[in-house]
């Protein structure tokens, strides 16, 4: 049989679990190959969505599978969630530092990879680390913001921009912080 492209939604319960569940059905449906599409970094053990990937990995090592690994950065798209509210507004808002840096990565980059790991070997049995040139921060970005609208962006922090939130997430946007500030030292 030919290939599985996996990519597990963002902080669902149990997502190791899943994703082992995932890779063994594979297996027993005699999948050739298997393509894993992880998070940037995924040894942070402290960040629950990025921890959760390393047992899929190490079930699809053990697998007997083919396999390519894709580590993708922040997704350029994660800001069409607000893009509207940032036009309306002026200002691009996120709750960590706006001195984090942070490498990114188009989802059609992704794609694109993600077709040739399915198709070709020429990725076969690799790691894959997705980002676009430049280390970015919000000053940054909305710098890129302001040339792409004609008119000035500004950008702030905002702690409380998105609400109830779960704890997976505040636990991110706080290694982001502390990111920010080791960066600084």
């Known amino acids: 049989m030919g290939a599985v492209f996996y990519i597990a939604p ?58 390519t690994f894709l580590h993708p950065a922040r997704y350029f798209q994660n800001y069409a969630a607000f893009w509207l509210k940032v036009v309306k507004e002026g200002v691009l808002a996120e709750p960590w530092s706006s001195e ?10 992704v794609a694109e990879v993600t077709a040739i790991a399915l198709t070709e070997e020429r990725l076969l049995f690799g790691t894959f680390e997705l980002c676009a040139p430049g ?6 970005v909305a710098a ?31 290694h982001y912080d502390r990111q920010a500030c080791s960066a600084t030292r």
């Open 10 to 67: 963002a902080f669902i319960p149990g997502e190791a679990d899943v994703g082992k569940n995932v890779v063994e059905a594979a297996v027993d449906t005699g999948v050739r190959r298997f393509v894993f599409s992880a998070v940037i970094h995924p040894v942070l053990s402290n960040l629950v969505n990025h921890v959760a990937k390393v047992p899929v990995e190490e079930a699809v090592l053990t697998s007997g599978m083919e396999y």
């Open 100 to 109: 984090t840096r942070f490498s990114l990565v188009d989802y059609r980059d």
């Open 144 to 174: 890129l913001m302001s040339d792409v609208l004609g008119r000035k962006i500004r950008e702030r922090r905002d702690p409380d921009i998105l609400g109830d939130i779960p704890q997976g997430l505040w636990a991110m946007f706080n």
């Open 135 to 140: 280390h970015l921060n919000r000053l940054d």
